[in-house]
């Protein structure tokens, strides 16, 4: 089993629709999560950093973290074409060893 | 701006060839990373240093070198041991907060192609 996990889509959707995206883990001791977004031959950017269980948001993104579940969301407001790309979930302890998931294909048509 | 510069952009390797990859950051991060990214798999980890003259293996270190002799610069070199050496290589780094590793940013990559 890997640690985290991602259906890979592609998910396809219409422009200013809600987007979610979600992982789940597997590892207890996991307490950082992150949401990074790569377009394609392009290195993933770091959308969203969490720490343990809750909600965070940046403008059209929300990450949603329950720790109870293993369960990491990121929702994405009034979608855009340009937010059409690859999502990769990540995790870590604390250390340097980050684990990341295979990422899911969004595309967002207008 | 600050930021992880990788090059080339686009790689080609021989049978038998050693070929480097280059990552520099001046982002005046104490750690560097190098990943490979497969289609439909996560990214793997293949070398971290978390400061200078020091480096770890990943988990796929086999047929890959590295050298950390700047804080600046962490290349990658793929040797002729890599059977399977096409993939898209990743440099990431990072800072450490004061309890923990702050998230990885990441260059754009490097396309390596075996000829």
């Known amino acids: 089993q890997k640690e985290v996990e991602q259906d890979p889509g592609p998910l396809s959707v219409p422009e200013g629709a809600i987007v979610s995206l979600n992982c789940t883990y597997s590892n207890s001791a996991f307490q950082y999560f992150m949401w990074y977004r790569q377009y394609s031959r392009k290195g993933p950017e770091l959308l969203m950093y969490?720490?343990?269980?809750g909600n965070k948001e940046d403008g059209r993104f929300t990450a949603q973290v329950d720790k109870s579940s293993k369960y990491i969301s990121l929702f994405i407001r009034d979608s855009q074409p340009s937010d059409s790309a690859t999502y990769l979930c990540?995790?870590?302890?604390?250390?340097?060893?980050?684990?990341f998931g295979a990422g899911t294909r969004l595309f967002v048509k207008a | 701006d600050g930021g992880i510069t990788q090059s080339p952009k686009y790689l080609f390797r021989k049978e038998g060839q050693n070929v480097t990859l280059s990552c520099e950051q001046n982002l005046n991060h104490d750690a560097m990373y190098w990943y490979r990214q497969d289609p439909g798999q996560g990214l793997r980890l293949i070398y971290y240093s978390q400061i200078v003259n020091d480096f770890q293996k990943g988990d796929i270190a086999e047929g890959y070198s590295v050298s950390r002799e700047k804080k600046e610069s962490f290349p990658l070199t793929v040797t002729s041991a890599q059977k399977n050496p096409t993939a898209f290589y990743l440099c990431?780094?990072?800072?450490?907060?004061?309890?923990?590793?702050?998230?990885?940013?990441f260059g754009d990559g490097t396309r390596l192609s075996i000829l």
């Open positions: 969490t720490y343990s269980s």
């Open positions: 990540a995790s870590h302890t604390g250390g340097f060893k980050t684990i």
């Open positions: 990431a780094s990072s800072t450490q907060g004061a309890r923990r590793n702050q998230p990885q940013h």
